[in-house]
């Protein structure tokens, strides 16, 4: 199976400051990866599929890069509702992960 | 709107089995892959199972293959996760979710425990 690392696992930011997570697969999977937030108690919400799409709805301050096996996650003006957990999902064939995850809150 | 809304979590001992439902409403189910995502208790989440539109193909994650099976009933807009020979490392919050590559509808999830 792919896996996937994710860093930092944890940041504390300002209110307004730019934020960045990147994500790293073990091989190769093209721009199948997907980014979602998660705040406490709820269910995942999805932010960016394959690598760089923001889903509709979502505010245009997040956004997503990267292809092969190197991703970038970035908040651009980090917002008090943003304080959650973010994961990026990989698809391979028939399989699927997750990373680890980054908690994000404010300093 | 789209509504996923899980049930069947309880308190089941070690070796004991359960069965999860999910239903589906706002969307035409039997157009989409579906898939269940578990969460342990303070930690990450995990791909388990998923099954495409019309439930003739169906994968899982290797830490439940030959205990847990999908399946889905495209007359009642519901999707099944059966879970047997359930071990304490099964404790988690299991979510069903739509879609192919990615999800993009989550339902709120139903906690299932694992314990004596």
């Known amino acids: 199976d792919i896996q996937m690392t994710q860093s930092p696992s944890s940041l504390s930011a300002s209110v307004g400051d730019r934020v960045t997570i990147t994500c790293q697969a073990s091989?190769?999977?093209?721009?199948?990866l997907n980014w979602y937030q998660q705040k406490p108690g709820k269910a995942p919400k999805l932010l960016i599929y394959?690598?760089?799409n923001l889903e509709t709805g979502v505010p245009s301050r997040f956004s997503g890069s990267g292809s092969g096996t190197d991703f970038t996650f970035t908040i651009s003006s980090l917002q008090p509702e943003d304080i959650a957990t973010y994961y990026c999902?990989?698809?391979?064939?028939?399989?699927?992960?997750f990373g680890p995850g980054t908690k994000v809150d404010i300093k | 709107e789209v509504q996923l809304v899980e049930s069947g979590g309880g308190l089941v001992q070690p070796g004991g089995s359960l069965r999860l439902s999910c239903a589906a409403s706002?969307?035409?189910?039997?157009?989409?892959?579906m898939h269940w995502v578990r969460q342990a208790p303070g930690k990450g989440l995990v791909w388990v199972s998923r099954?495409?539109?019309?439930?003739?193909?169906?994968s899982y994650a290797d830490s439940v293959k030959g205990r847990f099976t999908i399946s889905r009933d495209n007359a009642k807009n519901t999707l099944y996760l059966q879970m047997n020979s359930l071990r304490a490392e099964d404790t988690a919050v299991y979510y069903c979710?739509?879609?192919?590559?990615?999800?993009?509808?989550w339902g709120q999830g139903t906690l299932v425990t694992v314990s004596s």
């Open positions: 979710a739509t879609g192919a590559y990615y999800f993009d509808y």
């Open positions: 706002g969307f035409t189910f039997s157009s989409y892959w």
């Open positions: 099954i495409n539109s019309d439930g003739s193909s169906t």
């Open positions: 091989q190769d999977i093209s721009n199948y």
């Open positions: 394959d690598a760089s």
């Open positions: 999902q990989q698809y391979d064939n028939l399989r699927i992960t």
